[in-house]
């Protein structure tokens, strides 16, 4: 096995990785900027070296074989390995102090984490950070991936959790907001008038959607009428600004509407639709001590906001 080891490459591994990340040769060829016929040679000479079939075709699906599972596990840790080390040398050879790469869903990622990193970096003047928005699956694919040191993220039954921490720090909470266009409701708002309400709402499909629709029907409530679907929260909150209708909108982000008046929260008596916030990373991942203290510093103070605590 060493010497068979000894003659793959990482990039063999990562287009493996990157086909069963993507479920697609196509779609792996176009995000690795190689050709498909590369892609397939790629595939092709793993499987003549490890001898055994990787995948198979379940219809249009690619379906990792028993030992495709096996390789699949290993490449994934070697190539995200590899791409931590390459950063790390890199930063060391350009006089980084320190860098961090922290990945999140979209509201994190564009509400809460913008202001807490700012001010880190004030305190750490030759760290460099990068924040990078996902929708919450690809946020902790980005840890499977090495692409990022650690992800704050919501999470729905889909997610691929394998081999990682996933530690839930606060609860962010879904709010039913309209806009002052639209005239106060009579009458008390049950689950059947919240059915029926006009909705602006993530597009169908989308894990923010899956999340918000499971914690409804927790409360017998099916909508009935979505007359927009939006792929980013701050298009969602426009579209109700302008007088469209009614949006379920976590409470972190919404600071800004409730100061100016933009939005006003619809109270739902008897009914509190909280989602987790988890922190993901590699438990075998070793973090340098800037990164260390980046995720201390925005384990606390995301945890002080969302719970209503007063931030730093």
């Not at 994934?76 to 320190?98: A, I, K, P």
């Not at 984490?113 to 990078?132: A, K, N």
């Not at 394998?162 to 266009?181: F, G, K, N, Q």
């Not at 029926?196 to 017998?220: C, D, K, T, W």
């Amino acid at each position: 096995m060493r010497s068979l080891v000894s003659q793959l490459s990482i990039h063999k591994l990562e287009v493996f990785c990157t086909v069963i990340e993507l479920n697609s040769f196509s779609r792996a060829a176009q995000k690795l900027n190689i050709t498909q016929p590369v892609v397939s040679a790629h595939i092709k000479g793993l499987t003549e070296k490890f001898e055994v079939p990787l995948l198979v075709r379940n219809g249009r699906r690619i379906v990792l074989t028993e030992d495709g599972e096996r390789v699949h596990r290993w490449a994934r840790e070697l190539v995200s390995r590899t791409l931590e080390f390459e950063r790390e040398m890199s930063d060391s050879q350009r006089g980084v102090m320190g860098r961090a790469s922290v990945g999140a869903s979209m509201t994190i990622g564009s509400y809460l984490l913008p202001r807490l990193v700012s001010e880190f970096r004030r305190s750490h003047p030759q760290g460099e950070i990068s924040v990078q928005s996902y929708n919450p699956i690809a946020a902790t694919d980005a840890i499977h991936s090495g692409t990022c040191d650690y992800s704050f993220t919501i999470m729905d039954p889909r997610h691929d959790v394998e081999d990682l921490d996933a530690e839930p720090i606060a609860d962010d909470e879904l709010i039913l907001v309209t806009s002052e266009r639209i005239p106060p409701l009579d009458g008390p708002l049950t689950p059947e008038v919240i059915a029926g309400l006009p909705f602006v709402s993530a597009q169908a499909g989308m894990p923010r959607r899956e999340i918000e629709e499971n914690l409804l029907e927790r409360y017998g409530i099916r909508r009935r009428s979505i007359i927009l679907e939006f792929g980013h929260a701050e298009s969602l909150k426009q579209a109700v600004q302008a007088g469209a209708g009614y949006a379920f909108v976590f409470r972190s982000s919404l600071r800004d509407e409730f100061k100016t008046g933009a939005l006003r929260e619809v109270k739902t008596p008897g009914m509190v639709l909280k989602v987790p916030v988890y922190l993901v990373r590699r438990p075998n991942k070793r973090l340098s001590s800037f990164q260390q203290r980046l995720m201390d510093f925005l384990i606390d103070e995301i945890t002080a906001q969302l719970e209503g605590r007063p931030v730093a």
